[in-house]
């Protein structure tokens, strides 16, 4: 007989079929993309994609009825998350370490494979005062607006904080459209040269956690929306603020560096 009464403040989690059907949803995920290159055929790609959002909406639900409806997420459990977001991102500022050490290694001395001279020889280089100082503007400005909703939150301001999270959200979709149009106009690819791989890689990856980072945030906008936050017990609204931060900081630490200083 299972006993739901505990007398310990840990939560153990019930058992789930969102680990499985989401590995599920990665295996096809990844045959389906070997498919659409080799084949052209889409049809598993699509597949994949269906079951991995159907899980993620899923699996999503279920840890917000525990936080907001069964009240398992006690004082030491959110403790614990804390901790278990403090250290992702540590390992996400690890993860992007490596493609600033690819991008200084090439660049500070570069190989006479690429012309002994950094941007290597027939690539040109995006002018950091177009597209890309705006995006910066953008995500500094997405900044201060997640700020203002955490604060408004606090504070019980409901409307204000709707409105925060809504404009973080626009110019998270906003930061996005344009970096698509950057890449749609790009004079290079990522197969030209050491400079376009490591271009791409670091600025692909920050625009797919912008991507992320905007899903997160409307996750919360809609929770908000349902009343499952308080100015006491909001770490879910918390840890989407830290992780919109971090993605603000990556990039300006990539337009320092790639777009401005690598120019």
Not at 34 to 51: A, E, R, S
Not at 222 to 236: M, P, Y
């Amino acid at each position: 007989m299972k006993m739901n009464n505990y007398n310990h403040p840990f939560h153990l989690v019930d058992y789930s079929p969102w680990p499985l059907t989401g590995a599920i949803g990665v295996l096809t995920l990844v045959t389906g993309m070997v498919k659409w290159f080799h084949n052209f055929n889409m049809n598993l790609l699509i597949l994949g994609y269906m079951i991995i959002i159907l899980t993620m909406y899923q699996w999503w639900r279920d840890v917000c009825r525990e936080g907001t409806l069964q009240g398992k997420h006690t004082i030491l459990v959110v403790k614990g998350l804390r901790w278990g977001m403090i250290l992702f991102i540590v390992s996400e500022i690890f993860f992007f370490l490596s493609f600033f050490w690819a991008f200084f290694h090439s660049s500070l001395s570069p190989n006479i494979e690429i012309g002994a001279m950094w941007p290597p020889t027939s690539i040109i280089p995006f002018n950091p005062f177009q597209i890309p100082l705006l995006n910066t503007i953008i995500l500094i400005s997405s900044g201060v607006s997640v700020t203002w909703a955490h604060h408004a939150l606090m504070e019980n301001n409901n409307s204000q904080t709707t409105q925060g999270l809504f404009i973080t959200i626009m110019l998270g979709i906003y930061f996005t459209i344009l970096q698509a149009y950057e890449y749609f106009e790009a004079p290079f690819t990522i197969a030209d040269s050491i400079y376009g791989s490591t271009f791409f890689m670091a600025t692909g990856f920050h625009g797919l956690h912008v991507i992320i980072g905007t899903m997160f945030l409307l996750v919360c906008l809609i929770r908000h929306l349902n009343n499952h936050f308080s100015k006491t017990h909001h770490f879910g609204f918390e840890a989407a603020a830290w992780y919109w931060h971090f993605v603000d900081v990556v990039w300006l630490f990539l337009y320092i560096s790639i777009y401005w200083w690598g120019n």
